[in-house]
């Protein structure tokens, strides 16, 4: 977008036109002085292709009366607007003070400080909301510090001269503006409402708060929009346990996802958050902020005093409401000038509107330490498309691209999955028994040739091996194994017999532990060398599903069940996102080893390395698919439930 500073200069004749003060979202901002009042202001200017829409023009006409009427010490005030020759101008004060993110960036916020800045906002809502403007873009990027140090919003009114009624994304499903803060009713293309502002506000008090914002971090515009349209925030004290409870507990409310759940106004939010925080600090706290509250006389109330008073009967009879004490700014040292919004030293003495804090009794509170500073984790927010960088023909309003995946198609992949790892332990991958196996003849296990057929033991009874024809050797060892694993082992001398050598081992033991098929190992040694080795398969006379083994595979299978289906309920209830999206797979990985497990305690199939590791990794794959079918099935069925709250 390119500004012709002459053109702006013939529109605008009595100020002087500056220099470019910066590119936002909605369009260019100049910078101008009055030449009569020598005023410096600032001067936003909407793109040329979307003030060449008539409609745009007319609402920016509209929208620039209503808000020039707007005077309020929390408000950015617009001076003058003009929609002349495809140009739609705003003439607004200029503030010195840098925005709130900013400083919050720069030096970062206590509580304190935070909580003022959302009073400051609030108040400035709640004389926009009474005048039935809507601000539907609340964020710490539009708020201003003035040189005073208040807080003042601006860009009051650009998304409606933009979009009318209709929050705006481009067809590709890019973002108009910043997602970070927009409520799950704008996400989602809904009626708009004071409600909508309170969300926003909720979302930015809450990101001063705890440095973070109340979603998991998204990969873009569009995945964030999915968040605050479908999602449930994170809980502010999970993230933040520092903050005190009261005032969660107000943040969280403005964040829920049913405008009916939230406050309804700006003011009822501004309210709510003094009462609590002059609840938990003592009436003293804001005047020690140097941020001060004005035009809200309930907030301001509320901060000063707890709860907002009932009126009183004066002198003259007359029944009205007491004085309010206004919080302003102290005055700041030489030292302090370069941090206006630190807080100042304690006064030696309590003024009316700085009492020291006390207990509900009256007590005065013990002293508290000040609340940490909070910086941002991150410096800069999710950015969607600039209104300078599309043309009006390629948005469309969001409802149209808001459009939830369908859960069909990954419950199928996880069904699939399944199948496919219960077919692996069924059928079993790779050899159970693998090296050499004696020949024919060469030796007898508890009588039985193993090349002929396998052997069968009794793990309680003595165990006799006999090797026919020379014998290098004095030692028999037998082991029996699972997945390459020794389980059991004995060894015994070799002593000659009539064809060769016998060795009579212990018991191998441990029936009630572990029985069925393993893999038998009989090494020969002579003076410590092994001079031959064997493998085969072995059954043990002791039945599989006694064991300890089998009561582990059953334990196993039963908890993975209940785990899985406790979290794939979660999932399709919006809660507990993250960690069932790692349990279910988690889950279904444990499932698949108690399979594995049971198809050899009932089978007698002894598995394999290379089947147990095919089979988990494709049951956890499936509960990855599963899990994003279920948030998918959640999802929608929240959004269908918001729906028919709002149709009502």
């Known amino acids: 977008m390119s500004t012709d500073t002459d053109l702006v200069s013939e529109s605008l004749p009595a100020y002087e036109i500056g220099g470019e003060l910066g590119r936002g979202g909605w369009g260019v901002v100049l910078s101008g002085k009055h030449r009569a009042l020598g005023r410096p202001v600032a001067i936003k200017q909407l793109p040329p292709s979307f003030a060449a829409d008539p409609n745009v023009r007319r609402r920016f006409t509209a929208e620039g009366r209503l808000l020039a009427s707007l005077d309020h010490p929390h408000v950015v005030p617009v001076y003058d607007f003009v929609e002349h020759d495809g140009l739609c101008l705003l003439v607004m004060e200029l503030l010195p003070g840098g925005t709130v993110w900013s400083t919050f960036t720069r030096v970062g916020f206590n509580a304190h400080s935070a909580v003022a800045v959302a009073l400051a906002c609030a108040a400035g809502l709640k004389a926009a909301h009474d005048r039935g403007i809507l601000h539907r873009d609340v964020k710490p990027e539009n708020l201003m510090f003035a040189a005073s140090g208040a807080v003042k919003v601006t860009d009051f009114g650009i998304a409606k001269v933009v979009g009318g009624d209709e929050t705006l994304a481009t067809r590709a499903g890019d973002v108009l503006g910043t997602p970070s803060y927009i409520a799950p009713e704008q996400a989602r293309g809904r009626e708009l409402s004071p409600a909508t502002d309170v969300y926003a506000l909720s979302t930015m008090l809450y990101e001063l708060l705890a440095g973070a914002l109340p979603f998991p971090e998204a990969g ?47 003011e009822d939010f501004g309210i709510a958050l003094a009462g609590a925080s002059t609840g938990r600090w ?25 709860i907002a008073p009932s009126p009183t009967l004066t002198e003259g009879g007359q029944g009205e409401h007491p004085s309010l004490p206004v919080t302003r700014p102290l005055a700041k040292s030489s030292a302090q000038e370069s941090e206006p919004f630190a807080t100042p030293p304690p006064t030696t003495e309590p003024t009316a509107t700085q009492r020291p804090p006390r207990t509900e009794s009256g007590e005065p509170r013990a002293t508290e330490p000040p609340p940490p500073v909070v910086r941002p984790s991150i410096t800069v927010h999710t950015a969607g498309v600039r209104l300078a960088d599309v043309s009006d023909t390629d948005l469309v309003p969001v409802r149209t691209v808001v459009e939830i995946p369908p859960a069909r198609v990954p419950l199928l992949i996880a069904a699939g999955l399944a199948v496919a790892a219960i077919g692996v332990a069924l059928l079993g991958l790779g050899a159970p028994v693998d090296g050499q196996t004696p020949p024919p003849g060469r030796v007898s296990i508890a009588g039985i040739d193993p ?184 999802r929608r069925r929240r959004y269908r439930r918001a729906a028919r709250r709002t149709d009502r």
Do not use: C, N
């Open 282 to 306: 003592g009436p003293g706290w804001l005047a020690a902020e140097g941020i001060p509250v004005m035009g809200a006389d309930t907030i301001v109330t509320a901060a000063g005093i707890g």
């Open 220 to 266: 873009d515009a569009m995945a964030q929009l999915f968040q605050h349209a479908f999602d449930s925030p994170i809980q502010l004290l999970d993230v933040a346990p520092m903050v005190p409870d009261p005032i969660a507990e107000v943040v969280m409310r403005g964040l829920a996802t049913d405008p009916a759940d939230r406050y309804p106004t700006a």
């Open 451 to 634: 090349a002929v057929a396998e052997p069968v033991v009794d793990l309680t009874e003595p165990l006799t091996v006999a090797i026919a024809g020379p014998v290098p050797a004095d030692t028999a060892f037998v082991t029996l194994g699972v997945l390459d694993r020794e389980v059991k082992t004995q060894s015994a001398p070799l002593l000659p017999a009539p064809d060769g050598a016998v060795a009579t081992l212990p018991p191998l033991g441990g029936g009630y532990v572990a029985a069925g098929e393993f893999t038998g190992e009989l090494s020969l040694m002579q003076a410590g060398q092994v001079t031959d080795t064997w493998r085969f398969p072995v059954d043990t006379t002791q039945p599989a599903t006694t064991t300890a083994v089998a009561v582990g595979v059953a334990a196993v299978f039963l908890f993975s069940i209940a785990y899985l289906e406790s979290f794939l309920r979660s999932l399709r209830r919006g809660r507990r996102r993250i960690s069932g999206t790692i349990g279910v797979p988690v889950s279904a990985a444990a499932l698949a080893v108690s399979v594995v497990g049971a198809v050899w305690v009932l089978l007698g199939r002894q598995p394999t390395v290379t089947t147990l590791v095919v089979t988990v990794s494709l049951a956890a794959a499936a509960g990855l698919a599963a899990a994003i079918g279920a948030s998918r099935v959640g």
